[in-house]
């Protein structure tokens, strides 16, 4: 007894301690695994500021400061970031759509306006098996690379007759009919394409408002906005349909997607209902990505008389072959893709989670949104030497080293066209936009330089103007508009002699 009063307060004490040091055991191992929100000066709203000033350097900042993977509340939605080559292959490749959901966030996104084609049995087949097909066969593409030099010839030759053009814009405008060749048809393009141009750029625009996401769709302006742009793709895509429907075997023999979608069998009546909102989609799929890709590639190079020279050079010494140009032998204009996309690329790949997740690595992901972000992640030192300059020839080196492209895109260092299940299904295309057709058809037969609209050592690498990721998703356009002037050579690179 004696033993015990004089144990008792010892045994207690210990007791206490063990209690604590279980306790703060617990609440140490749920430290770990639970993921800690970004640390910003200002509370609650912190966050959201720093992210909607320059979402990639707050991006780059908490990684440094919090970690991989962090939540930021953004106030219309939380995201879990989980940044870098690690976790893109976790979210991109081994994550099960069950669980970390591609389709519920495109579906979420898109606020209701996809829900009928996206349950429609059958159709999420189909609409892949018809988007492999038709953007990737390479004869396809081949026939795609040569209307685009013809769409853009006659463009061209408008942008030489004034005395500037606005850049972005311009691209935006080039890229949306180029697309919409490809996807629709010339005849649709003469038809319609003056018309619904501003229609997509407004659905564009108002599908990344704040109020979108949060009020039902009518009930904010940019909603109603969205609803408007989107009713009347729809009923222009749909009339098309009803038009080509009645006499097949003539649209058969186009080379376009959407004659492809209506005859590679004999099913076509039974997903007409699913036609709008998918070529509605596929439109913007297409166009701000590469449009911007376009414009910013063509700022960098005017900024950098060597690189330009490089472009040129190549493309004197590859003429174009029945119209479009043989990429095959120019990996300096695909350094240039990927460099552009290395630093301008897809701020978010997004996904849904339904369920509290555990990674392998322990980590519990929250139900909610969760996202990778390509350019955080592609500006990364470790990864990239000199990170923020913008430099093709890193992608240059033979195909063995590590900063090669395929050593980059094997580590999931580099996913500028995504990766694993849900990668670009256009990519081949961009490649024949860009690179076999519009930009050198443009510089073998144009000479380009800036007139105005850059500001001393803004932008990335110092171009000149910085990129707006608040006006719509994909790759920004810039805040402002950069003029170049467009003049005709009096004769074409590719028709003076090689030195
Ligand atoms: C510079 C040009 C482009 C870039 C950088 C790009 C980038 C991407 C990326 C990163 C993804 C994956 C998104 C994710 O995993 O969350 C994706 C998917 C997709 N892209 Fe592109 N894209 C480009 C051009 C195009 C074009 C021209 C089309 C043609 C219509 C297209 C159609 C698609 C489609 C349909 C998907 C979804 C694939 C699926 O459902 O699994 N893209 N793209």
Not at 87 to 102: A, I, M, Q
Request: aromatic content about 10%; proline content about 5%.
């Amino acid at each position: 007894m004696a033993f015990d009063t004089l144990a008792s307060p010892y045994t207690a004490i210990a007791a206490l301690a063990a209690t604590c040091i279980f306790l703060g055991l617990l609440q140490s191992s749920g430290r770990r695994n639970s993921v800690p929100w970004a640390k910003t000066s200002i509370p609650f709203l912190g966050g959201a500021i720093q992210y909607g000033t320059d979402p990639v350097k707050f991006l780059i900042e908490q990684r440094r400061k919090v970690g991989d993977v962090f939540r930021v509340n953004l106030v219309v939605m939380k995201i879990t970031f989980v940044l870098g080559a690690k976790w893109n292959r976790w979210l991109l490749k081994d994550t099960k759509e069950e669980e970390v959901s591609f389709w519920d966030a495109i579906l979420a996104m898109h606020c209701g306006l996809i829900d009928t084609s996206f349950y429609h049995p059958g159709w999420l087949d189909r609409s892949v098996k018809a988007l492999s097909n038709a953007l990737n066969r390479p004869a396809r593409v081949e026939q795609y690379s040569e209307s685009f030099v013809q769409v853009a010839s006659d463009i061209y030759s408008t942008w030489a007759s004034q005395p500037s053009i606005p850049l972005f814009i311009s691209g935006s405008e080039l890229l949306l009919r180029a697309n919409m060749t490809a996807l629709y048809g010339p005849s649709f393009v003469d038809r319609y394409a003056t018309e619904l141009i501003p229609v997509v750029r407004s659905f564009e625009r108002a599908f990344v408002q704040p109020l979108t996401r949060v009020l039902p769709l009518w009930a904010s302006p940019s909603g109603r906005v969205l609803l408007r742009a989107y009713k009347r793709m729809k009923q222009v895509i749909e009339s098309e349909v009803n038009m080509r429907m009645k006499n097949l075997d003539q649209w058969q023999k186009e080379d376009d997607y959407l004659s492809y979608l209506l005859t590679m069998d004999d099913k076509a009546e039974d997903f007409f209902e699913c036609y709008g909102e998918h070529l509605m989609t596929m439109i913007s799929a297409s166009h701000v990505n590469t449009a911007a890709t376009f414009s910013w590639t063509l700022l960098h190079l005017l900024r950098n008389p060597s690189l330009l020279a490089e472009f040129e050079k190549e493309i004197k010494a590859n003429p174009p072959i029945t119209g479009s140009y043989p990429i095959k032998n120019m990996p300096f204009s695909e350094a240039c893709l990927r460099e552009t996309g290395r630093l301008y690329t897809n701020l978010l790949m997004l996904r849904y989670v339904a369920h509290d997740v555990t990674t392998p690595q322990g980590v519990i992901i929250p139900k909610g949104w969760v996202a990778g972000s390509p350019l955080a992640t592609q500006q990364d030192p470790e990864l990239y030497d000199q990170p923020g300059k913008w430099d093709p020839h890193r992608f240059l080196s033979d195909a063995s080293s590590a900063s090669s492209y395929s050593s980059k895109f094997r580590n999931n260092e580099f996913v500028q066209f995504g990766y694993g299940k849900h990668a670009c299904l256009g990519e081949k295309m961009t490649h024949a936009l860009l690179r076999a057709s519009l930009w050198p058809e443009l510089v073998d037969n144009y000479h380009l330089e800036v007139v105005d609209g850059l500001v001393d050592g803004e932008g990335i690498d110092g171009v000149g103007v910085k990129p707006n990721y608040r006006e719509n998703m994909g790759t920004p356009f810039g805040v402002r508009e950069v003029n170049i002037r467009v003049t005709k050579r009096d004769v074409r690179l590719s028709d003076q002699n090689v030195e």
